[in-house]
T-cell receptor
Framework: QKEVEQNSGPLSVPEGAIASLNCTYS??????FFWYRQYSGKSPELIMF??SNGDKEDGRFTAQLNKASQYVSLLIRDSQPSDSATYLC????????????WGLGTSLAVNP | DTAVSQTPKYLVTQMGNDKSIKCEQN?????MYWYKQDSKKFLKIMFS???????INETVPNRFSPKSPDKAHLNLHINSLELGDSAVYFC??????????FGPGTRLLVL
């Protein structure tokens, strides 16, 4: 079982819609959760992090964490074509919180 | 005023050669990382240094040797390059071990 799993997509949504990206993780001891965005040919950049159960909002982005079910999601409201990218989920390693474990990413395409 | 920079951006070389990639950060962070991203886009941590001390050393062939002359620099030397080493290598830095800032990447192609 992969430690951090994401649906590779592509996830295709129309402009203005809500894009929902999901991530599950295997280790209950993971404490911190991150969403990074990676445009094609570019480096990952941090969008959001979340540490506690519940929702965390930042502009059009909302991260949701459910530790009991071991999933974290990212909602993008009013999706724009510029949001088209791969979204990487990362969680801290339970035995070593200095290390992030990464998912393979979900490719998102926002269609005008 | 690039926060995390890497050189070179592209590296094309023959099998068996030795090459180095350099990374510098001007964010004042204590921790730096090397990642490998393969063709399937999987981002795998290789090494991490905190204040010049090696703190993460994943299962990586010993042909790969990191070196941190100071906390703002982290270099990666690769001996006897193999075809499977072709990938994008990202350097990153962090102050809290978790929020990481990535460099632009070095695209390595081994022929």
């Amino acid at each position: 079982q992969k430690e951090v799993e994401q649906n590779s997509g592509p996830l295709s949504v129309p402009e203005g819609a809500i894009a929902s990206l999901n991530c599950t993780y295997s280790d209950r001891g993971s404490q911190s959760f991150f969403w990074y965005r990676q445009y094609s040919g570019k480096s990952p950049e941090l969008i959001m992090f979340i540490y506690s159960n519940g929702d965390k909002e930042d502009g059009r982005f909302t991260a949701q964490l459910n530790k009991a079910s071991q999933y974290v999601s990212l909602l993008i409201r009013d999706s724009q074509p510029s949001d088209s990218a791969t979204y990487l989920c990362a969680v801290t390693h339970a035995g070593n919180n200095r290390k992030l474990i990464w998912g393979l990413g979900t490719s998102l395409a926002v269609n005008p | 005023d690039t926060a995390v920079s890497q050189t070179p951006k592209y590296l094309v070389t023959q099998m068996g050669n030795d090459k180095s990639i350099k990374c510098e950060q001007n964010l004042g962070h204590d921790t730096m990382y090397w990642y490998k991203q393969d063709s399937k886009k999987f981002l795998k941590i290789m090494f991490s240094y905190n204040n010049k001390e090696l703190i993460i050393n994943e299962t990586v062939p010993n042909r790969f040797s990191p070196k941190s002359p100071d906390k703002a620099h982290l270099n990666l030397h690769i001996n006897s390059l193999e075809l499977g080493d072709s990938a994008v290598y990202f350097c990153a830095s962090s102050q809290d071990f978790q929020t990481q800032y990535f460099g632009p990447g070095t695209r390595l192609l081994v022929l």
